[in-house]
């Protein structure tokens, strides 16, 4: 094989994330009780056209999820085992190859030709004069005739050719698809769907896709050719940089509630329902943990893992299993600082429930009581949980860019958001100021976290209105 | 009208009448000053030096105090015997409090005088004699502080008398003593003394006769004498006798040493041989005083030109001048060129000529830099993202200043600072250490691949100078030019240095048995492992560098970073592979940093600065000669030998000195960098009315976006009234 | 009441001893007194004797939580855990690790947070009601609509961008503010205004949305239906009913944070360069100063639960039907 799959810690979590989900799915698609909330979701415009949104952000995720190593050319080793590069790509960085592999020397703006910086350059007579260099990828395929703004313009209007091509492609399918069970033609589909008379309100979803499609093909025409966001100071690629940032901040926002919620579940239910001495006991855990300053819990963790790490050098032998590994960490200390708070509202719910007629008949039937929390209570509170996790993604992002500003964040050499933000507040000193990366760092961010507040505002408003953020 | 109402009324009145008042304060104040004057406006035109701390000092005792930030202070304050002349280069020792530089009388075993030029193996001990100068006053101290009838006041305090107090301005008498030289004896005592915890002991220890000997007997002694409150008692050294270290009279005083040592007199002029009054040391080791954080480490008492009057390092420092300060003039000599540059203008002058200096806590670059330009600050380093804002180069390719800083009068001043910085490799490592030829190439590869040249220019604007071995310019023995480069990883074309084509480092690895970076017996990818304690910003952008520069070599490079205990732990145990570290000078003579690879001195084992762990018996026996010799032909023909000894072993990659570019306002004068000599305050001058005037000049605020703002939020309630009406016309009512 | 608070701050004791053993296993999990003291003495030339000086100087040359070699009690008194915790309960702070009186460095820095943190706290409530009074008011409305919205795009910005962006614009670019710094007494203003401005701004968003869905909650009730039907104008509805009784629910939130008003904004404060207590817990972690780590953290979770105790307390206060049991 010409590539080995490597299936980091946060990979196999990832998917695990997305064995949930789909088993979710299926499981609400079952049941009407779930149904019926997630039929309101469906029917509100702004929140599905926020999961068109989460969705290419999410597949982003996934694509740089997928790692491997590829084969080293030449021999194999004695024993006929094959040898891989220790550099561990993703399927992202063999899509954005040119993004990836067009690194200059230092800054230069979105669009540059030349580099940001003056250099000190000595001319063949021997004088030395300051200038700024031409940057070797950045329009490097630039053609005397016509020019920067020429050949953007041209790429640009190919690069809407294309989105609107494949946008109408995606309408007409939709139609085709919806045609297929109605019976009514697919003119008249069409019609509906522009006019927004459908139950589920394509029309909005189609128009973010739209707009999605359209950025896409525009960076897949300008990329390869310019840097969009410039370069930061080793050279990099801000877009790419920005964009390697997506699965960073998805897990973060996802796994740090994935990683505590059989904690959370398990205590706050059996509070709940058991109460006395272990309702105390499990009380007491979360408010002593609740009142320790939540810095300081991630701070140790990720200390701790690092003296791990130093004592098992072996183990993380390269530079993407360390990064992954500080990543876990600071989920897990995210994690267990927002333990507590879906603890006690766990804990809440399943009193309430306690006092049902049919768990009060299950008791009194004799139902052993770990088969009463699994059956009966569980199921009922898992509104809870899904409310609590969509909620709190949008928290858990924005605290990584916090962190990472305090120094406790992802490993440094890690792409993400927080990161970018965090070198940009020695770029604002500049001047010239450069600002594109914290503007690449924004543009993301926000652009998710506003998808994520608006998804997260229908789901609470299907499920439980009454629940406040 | 309803109660809630009138409630909400006047909640809203109330809150408006607030803004209003804030408003008028604010204005208020800021008629009387810039509006984003950082200080109190009734100082803007006073004789007072700004100046910053990034990080709260922790020891201003000079037996203790040992970093740039903690030197900042006491250099000010307290006096060594001597000190490095202001203007003169290669750096001079000139006396200070003494009276002239000693001449070290040499002894032999038994303790007969031996000529001037004895060499050196037949020489036991050193004697030097320092006579200081009469009238030397201390600055006025609670600690001396006497009563009518000649009484010491606060020697020896009561609970009650120290009541309430909690700071040192709580003692309302002061008083002061002359300067003997008991008072310097007694602070090399306490430099012996466990308990003080110099971080000079062991080195001491190995020079000065007698020094752990008093050490043992001071401990053996105090651990006798009951215990007040819990803790020790004050032990008075001067009764504690030490061999080497005597008091020949009143200002008069000797200290032999071990073997021949010209080294000797650097350390003399460094604030570890200040002087401590007994008084001070007495004066805080009484009871209650530690628990009110009165102690020396807080409130230094010394002769120097300044006084430490705030010391409050949550906030701001401040000096002031001190109103003893014995007569002290502005140098009359300098190097050729001073006088031009308007360095001799004030030759003669009694010193210091600044009256205050305020010390403000500015814990990052970026504000630092922002109120510089400002004008709040009166001088500044110049950080790598303003770079290209101030200086550019000239055709010749000189470093100047922009159109922009020129046209704010500030002026640069450049130099050459006697430090080092590079990355070590570990000798005591199984792939990267050893001395076969096998790990010499491999190292020699790494060595050309990673381009210094390159990294200067990157990370710090082409602020410093590649090394070619361990020794800076201006210290003994650095050859500049062609003569001086590792003919190892640099060629010599046409007079000017250039690193070797990679092609060569590829070759070299090849040969060390990874072609293409990949371990020719098993084919495995060779990788190696950085260490480093740096996280944030800029060493992500460092790491990312040095990982390309090693993928050059089809290395990979894999950044193992922990925190800086961590690190140093590796580094005590010789887990370490690659790493990067530096040295400031502690003197300018090129023993300080040659010992940096010298074998004894070994991290691992030995405990010392030699982190690369290199240990080669030839350089040892070298350096064992080379550390007592005069500087002369011959000292320079062993270091010669040395340097190239290390640069075939290459031990280190050799980084870069760097070149330090500082800048100075229009008003601040007298400024030249002295790298040795940290009590350089004392010789600035400041123009305040030229200062007051260029401020004024650069802080116009900007208010017309303020009114634009507030029309946009009038903008915004239009809309809210149209609807109201609206709806008011269409209620039912 | 007064033995339902008693039994609280009973309550608090073993809490507090927990927050203490976690503190201190966290602490010295990955950082050992040898490191400490390395760290407190520099880099340059340090002695193993000099380390052993500093442990026995700092107490740090006890064991942790089990002393072996001590007899009876001992065993458990003589350690660093019952001689650091012990002080702590009486509230004596003791020094940090550098030498200085934690207790009165508290005091010092205490104010410098107080001044952003209440006024941001005040003023921001303030603007938040009235702007979330105005979207109800305008309910349905387009007005409505675009207040809605709003809030939502601004609670979607990191506070970063605010700080960093409201530093650039007003102290940099238009010079109305120091860029950063502190000053005692009435000079502080200059500095804490553009930092309470900016924690306003930044909290807009959420605070908006939040009281909003009080107020909507609170207007939707069947006595403000009455009140309306009776007559009475929309702006003394909202006076009189709505705003009146969402308060409780808004002023008990408030309470809860107010304890924690004197632990400041770790962000704002190292922004602005502001000398208060958020800075000091991170830059004594950074300097692994364990005596103010230890202090902090301690006088962190009192002020926590004393904010839990007001907060039900607020309760029985506003609505005398909850009893405290």
């Not at chain 2, 092609?503 to 260490?531: F, I, N, S, W």
């Not at chain 2, 500082?662 to 009590?679: D, E, F, G, I, S």
Request: proline content about 6%; some cysteine; hydrophobic content about 45%.
């Amino acid at each position: 094989m010409p590539f080995r799959f490597v299936i980091l810690w946060s990979d196999a979590l990832t998917y695990l994330l997305l064995a949930v989900s789909v088993f979710y799915g299926v499981y609400a698609s079952r049941h009407e009780h779930l149904r019926a909330p997630w039929r309101r979701v469906r029917r509100n415009p702004l929140a599905m056209a926020a999961l068109v949104v989460l969705a290419a952000y999410g597949i982003t995720g996934l694509m740089d999820s997928v790692h491997f190593r590829l084969r080293l050319p030449g021999p194999a080793a004695p024993g006929g085992h094959a040898i891989y590069s220790p550099q561990v790509l993703s399927l992202l960085d063999v899509l954005c190859t040119p993004l990836r592999t067009h690194d200059e020397q230092t800054y230069s703006a979105p669009f540059a030709l030349h580099a940001f910086t003056p250099k000190l350059v000595r001319l063949s007579d021997g004088r030395r004069v300051m200038e700024y260099p031409r940057l070797r990828y950045g329009g490097a395929g630039l053609t005397a005739a016509g020019g920067r703004a020429h050949d953007i313009s041209v790429r640009c209007l190919r690069a809407a050719a294309e989105g609107v091509l494949v946008w109408l492609a995606a309408v007409v399918a939709l139609a085709r698809w919806r045609v297929k069970g109605a019976g009514e033609s697919l003119r008249a589909a069409l019609w509906r769907l522009a006019r927004g008379e459908t139950d589920v309100p394509w029309r909005a979803m189609l128009a973010s896709l739209g707009v999605i499609i359209l950025i896409v093909a525009a960076i897949a025409n300008l990329a390869g050719e310019y840097h969009i966001f410039g370069t930061d100071q080793v050279g990099q690629d801000v877009l790419f940089e920005a964009i390697k940032s997506i699965r960073t901040d998805l897990l973060i926002g996802t796994l740090s509630t994935l990683v505590m919620l059989p904690f959370a579940l398990a205590l706050g239910v059996m509070a709940g329902y058991s109460g006395g001495r272990t309702d105390d006991v499990i009380q007491y855990l979360y408010t002593t943990l609740g009142s320790i300053p939540s810095v300081l819990l991630i701070i140790a963790g990720i200390l701790s893992l690092n003296l791990y790490m130093t004592d098992h050098a072996a183990a993380f032998d390269t530079i993407a299993q360390r990064q992954d590994v500080r990543l876990l960490s600071l989920c897990v200390g995210l994690g267990v600082t927002g333990w507590i708070g879906l603890c006690r509202l766990l804990r809440g719910e399943t009193m309430k429930l306690r006092q049902m007629d049919y768990i009060q008949a299950a008791i009194a039937l004799g139902v052993r009581p770990r088969r009463i929390m699994t059956r009966h209570i569980l199921p009922n509170v898992m509104h809870i949980v899904l409310i609590y996790a969509v909620i709190s993604f949008s928290g858990l992002v924005l605290a990584e860019a916090v962190l990472s500003y305090i120094g406790v964040g992802v490993d440094p050499s890690m792409n993400s958001w927080g990161n970018m933000i965090n070198g940009a507040r020695l770029e604002m000193a500049r001047d010239p100021v450069v600002w594109w990366s914290l503007a690449a760092a924004f543009l993301f961010m926000f652009t998710l976290v506003l998808a994520a507040n608006l998804f997260a505002d229908a789901v609470r408003d299907a499920f439980d209105p009454r629940m406040r953020t | 009208m309803s109660v809630p109402h009138r409630f909400a009324r006047r909640a809203i009145a109330a809150v408006v009448l607030a803004v209003i008042l804030l408003g008028l304060l604010a204005a208020m104040h800021a008629a009387r000053s810039e509006w984003n004057d950082p200080y109190p406006a009734r100082q803007a035109d006073r004789n007072i030096l700004y100046a910053a701390f990034m990080e709260r000092p922790k020891r201003l005792d000079p037996a203790q105090a040992y970093n740039e930030n903690e030197y900042t202070f006491i250099s000010e304050i307290y006096e060594p015997p001597f000190e490095y002349q202001y203007l003169l280069r290669p750096y001079t020792l000139v006396p200070l409090t003494a009276r002239a530089m000693p001449v070290p009388v040499y002894l032999d075993r038994h303790g007969r005088r031996l000529p001037a030029d004895a060499p050196a193996r037949r020489i036991a001990y050193s004697v030097y004699t320092i006579h200081i100068r009469r009238g030397i006053m201390y600055q006025p101290a609670p600690c001396f502080a006497r009563d009518a009838s000649g009484h010491y006041l606060y020697q020896s305090l009561t609970r009650a008398q120290l009541g309430g107090i909690r700071t040192i301005a709580g003692f309302r008498h002061t008083g002061t003593r002359e300067l003997v030289a008991a008072d310097y004896v007694y602070e090399i005592k306490r430099l012996a003394s466990p308990w003080v915890q110099s971080p000079l002991f062991s080195v001491l220890s190995h020079y000065i006769v007698g020094f752990r000997r008093f050490a043992r007997t001071a401990a053996r002694i105090r651990a006798a004498l009951p215990k007040v409150d819990g803790r020790p008692p004050y032990v008075d050294l001067s009764r504690i006798p030490m061999a080497g270290v005597k008091v020949l009279g009143r200002y008069t005083y000797s200290i032999t040493v071990h073997g021949k040592y010209p080294q000797f007199l650097y350390w003399m002029a460094m604030p570890f041989f200040a002087p401590m009054p007994p008084e001070a040391d007495h004066f805080f080791s009484q009871p209650g005083m530690k628990s009110r954080d009165l102690t020396l480490n807080w409130y230094p008492v010394g002769t120097g030109p300044y006084m430490l009057t705030v010391n409050d390092p949550n906030r701001q420092m401040v000096l002031e001048r001190n109103p003893n300060y014995h007569p002290d003039f502005y140098p009359r000599r300098g190097e050729p060129g001073d006088a031009q540059r308007g360095l001799l203008k004030d030759a003669g002058q009694r010193l210091p000529f600044i009256r205050r200096v305020v010390f403000s806590l500015e814990r990052e670059q970026i504000p630092y830099w922002d109120k510089f330009l400002q004008g709040y600050y009166d001088e500044s380093a110049i950080s790598t993202e303003s770079f290209n804002q101030v200086v550019q180069f000239s055709p010749g390719g000189e470093a100047e200043l922009t159109r922009s800083m020129r046209a704010k009068g500030i002026r640069l001043v450049t130099g050459v600072a006697p430090s080092i910085y590079y990355y070590g490799f570990n000798m005591l490592d199984p792939v990267v250490g050893g001395y076969s030829q096998r790990a010499r190439r491999l190292r020699r590869a790494i060595s050309i691949a990673i381009n210094i040249g390159q990294y200067i220019s990157i990370f710090r604007n082409g602020r410093g100078l590649p090394a070619q071995g361990p020794l800076p310019p201006g210290i003994f023995g650095y050859e500049p030019g062609c003569a001086g480069r590792d003919p190892y990883i640099y060629d010599c074309i046409g007079g000017r240095l250039r690193r070797k084509p990679i092609a060569v480092a590829r070759r070299l690895l090849a040969e060390a048995g990874y072609p293409d970076g990949r371990d020719a017996r098993t084919g495995k990818p060779l990788l190696l492992y950085y260490d480093t304690y740096q996280t944030g910003p800029e060493a992500k952008a460092n790491m990312d560098w040095m990982r390309k520069e090693f993928r050059k070599l089809d290395i990979q490079l894999v950044v193992r970073a922990t925190d800086y205990n961590r690190f140093q732990q590796k580094m005590r145990h010789g887990e370490e592979q690659i790493f990067s570290w530096g040295w400031n000078a502690d003197y300018p003579d090129p023993e300080d940093f040659l010992f940096l690879l010298y074998g004894p001195n070994s991290e691992v084992g030995g405990n010392g600065e030699n982190s690369a762990n290199y240990n080669n018996p030839r350089y040892n026996r070298l350096f064992n000669r080379m550390r007592n010799m005069e500087n002369g032909p011959a000292r320079e023909a062993i270091i010669r030998r040395m340097v190239s000894m290390a640069q075939r072993d290459a031990p280190w990659v050799w980084g870069f000195y760097p070149k330090e570019f500082r800048l100075y306002q229009a008003w601040l004068h007298n400024v030249k960098p002295n790298y040795m000599a940290t009590n350089s305050l004392k010789y600035l001058r400041i123009d305040p009315a030229l200062r007051a005037r260029d401020r004024r000049a650069w802080n116009r605020p900007v208010i017309w976006p303020l009114w634009v703002v507030l029309a946009l939020l009038a903008l915004l309630v239009l809309p809210a009234v149209l609807v109201y009406r609206q709806k008011e016309r269409r209620s039912p009512l | 009441m007064i033995a339902y608070i008693i039994r609280r701050i009973l309550y608090a004791i073993p809490i507090l001893i927990g927050v203490n053993l976690l503190t201190f296993a966290l602490f010295f999990f990955v950082n050992s007194p040898n490191d400490m003291a390395r760290l407190h003495l520099g880099v340059k030339r340090v002695t193993p004797q000099a380390i052993a000086e500093w442990k026995a100087e700092h107490g740090y040359d006890q064991p942790l939580f089990y002393n072996a070699a001590a007899a009876g009690a001992g065993k458990l008194t003589h350690t660093l855990f019952f001689q650091r915790s012990v002080k702590l309960f009486v509230f004596d702070f003791g020094r940090s690790d550098d030498g200085r009186d934690i207790g009165s460095d508290i005091r010092q820095r205490m104010w410098p947070s107080l001044a952003i943190q209440v006024p941001t706290l005040v003023l921001g409530l303030a603007v938040c009601i009235s702007m979330a009074l105005m979207t109800v008011f305008f309910r349905g409305t387009y007005l409505d609509a675009t207040g809605v919205v709003l809030a939502v795009v601004m609670m979607s910005i990191s506070q970063l961008f605010y700080v960093i962006g409201g530093q650039y614009l007003f102290s940099k670019v238009l010079r109305l503010v120091p860029i950063s710094g502190y000053d005692t007494g009435l000079s502080a203003i200059k500095f804490v205004i553009l930092p309470i401005a900016v924690g306003i701004v930044s909290g807009i968003g959420l605070g908006v949305r939040l009281n909003r869905t009080f107020f909507l909650e609170e207007s939707g009730k069947d006595y403000v239906r009455t009140a309306r039907a009776k007559g009475l104008s929309e702006i003394r509805v909202l006076f009189r009913h709505v705003l009146k009784n969402a308060m409780i629910p808004i002023l008990t939130g408030v309470v809860v944070v107010i304890p924690t008003l004197f632990t400041g904004s770790l962000i704002l404060e190292s922004f602005f360069g502001i000398p208060g207590l958020g800075s000091y817990l991170i830059d004594a972690i950074r300097a692994q100063d364990f005596g103010i780590v230890h202090v902090m953290v301690f006088l962190g979770s009192v002020l926590y639960i004393v904010g839990l105790i007001l907060t039900d307390i607020s309760y029985t206060l506003v609505d005398p039907r909850v009893r405290l049991g």
